[in-house]
T-cell receptor
Framework: KQEVTQIPAALSVPEGENLVLNCSFTDSAIYNLQWFRQDPGKGLTSLLLIQSSQREQTSGRLNASLDKSSGRSTLYIAASQPGDSATYLCAVSSGANSKLTFGKGITLSVRP | DVKVTQSSRYLVKRTGEKVFLECVQDMDHENMFWYRQDPGLGLRLIYFSYDVKMKEKGDIPEGYSVSREKKERFSLILESASTNQTSMYLC??????????????FGPGTRLTVL
């Protein structure tokens, strides 16, 4: 059974810092990996999707990498801003029906 | 842009009531999903559907049922609401695109409180 782990559960950084959020998964047979952002009390917003054949994806200040063989993904946020404060969730799809297994998320706080 | 809408943002119901949560997507997606999210437990899949009138149980289907009569609409039904079903309910949809292109899109969530 696929398990997804995100450590630490919470992170606080000063504004402007470059930071890396980690995600690990136990079964490397994945279709894709998605990173989501969730603001308090809201739904999930998809940030990046990396297919299993890809190594990384970029969108603006965000860069996500995937190392399937080691079961790891990282989300890199450049020049963090207070508006980046949110919970970031990683999820992997292990089948064609796109069922996702989620990590519990990392709650990021960017201090002005 | 893909849009997934849910019928209510907040809902308060009494124990024993029958509760309907509605989800509609406008991108002609084949797959639709219902999750619940609880502090410390994360997101857990309740049911999903890969076609009209088709459904499959997720990880925690007990106490829930679903209905998908039209492609764009997926309903979650709590036959007899209980206090342990107080939670945030999230609906999502995705296409059947091959090669891992099936990005999942979420609605805004329904915060259900059962008294």
């Amino acid at each position: 059974k696929q398990e997804v782990t995100q450590i630490p559960a919470a992170l606080s950084v000063p504004e402007g810092e470059n930071l890396v959020l980690n995600c690990s998964f136990t079964d490397s047979a994945i279709y894709n990996l998605q990173w989501f952002r969730q603001d308090p009390g809201k739904g999930l917003t998809s940030l990046l999707l990396i297919q299993s054949s890809q190594r990384e994806q970029t969108s603006g200040r965000l860069n996500a990498s995937l190392d399937k063989s080691s079961g790891r993904s990282t989300l890199y946020i450049a020049a963090s801003q207070p508006g980046d404060s949110a919970t970031y969730l990683c999820a992997v799809s292990s089948g064609a029906n796109s069922k996702l297994t989620f990590g519990k998320g990392i709650t990021l706080s960017v201090r002005p | 842009d893909v849009k997934v809408t849910q019928s209510s943002r907040y809902l308060v119901k009494r124990t024993g009531e029958k509760v309907f949560l509605e989800c509609v997507q406008d991108m002609d997606h084949e797959n639709m999903f219902w999750y619940r999210q609880d502090p410390g437990l994360g997101l857990r899949l309740i049911y999903f559907s890969y076609d009209v009138k088709m459904k499959e149980k997720g990880d925690i289907p007990e106490g829930y049922s679903v209905s998908r009569e039209k492609k764009e609409r997926f309903s979650l039904i709590l036959e007899s609401a209980s206090t342990n079903q107080t939670s945030m309910y999230l609906c999502a949809s995705s296409s059947l695109a091959e090669g891992g292109y099936n990005e999942q899109f979420f609605g805004p969530g329904t915060r259900l409180t059962v008294l």
